[in-house]
């Protein structure tokens, strides 16, 4: 009986530099620059003037964080699901 080592997920290694950005400068949308989302990019930035950008950019520093890597790639990388 062989076993196989777990491999890494490809593109895993961009949620914790997203989720980290997300909370750390969520109002400024550089999480979703930095996943390639340039429209919701601009619309957080937006946002973050009126002080709502910061409150989404916790949370979704959150749950990219919480997500296991298989989830955060599906959902995020190759799903490009470009909010929450």
């Given amino acids: ?29 550089i999480h979703k620059f930095y996943l390639g989302y340039t429209k919701e990019g601009v619309i957080q930035l937006i946002l973050g003037f009126f002080c709502i950008g910061g409150l989404i950019g916790l949370i979704e520093g959150i749950l990219y964080l919480t997500k296991s890597d298989e989830e955060f790639v599906a959902t995020y990388v190759n799903g490009r699901k470009g909010w929450f």
Avoid: F, Y
């Avoid at 777990?6 to 593109?11: E, H, L, R």
């Fill in 1 to 29: 009986m062989s076993t196989v080592p777990n491999q890494p997920v490809p593109g895993a290694e961009k949620k914790l530099v997203a989720g980290i950005l997300g909370i750390l400068l969520g109002a400024l949308g």
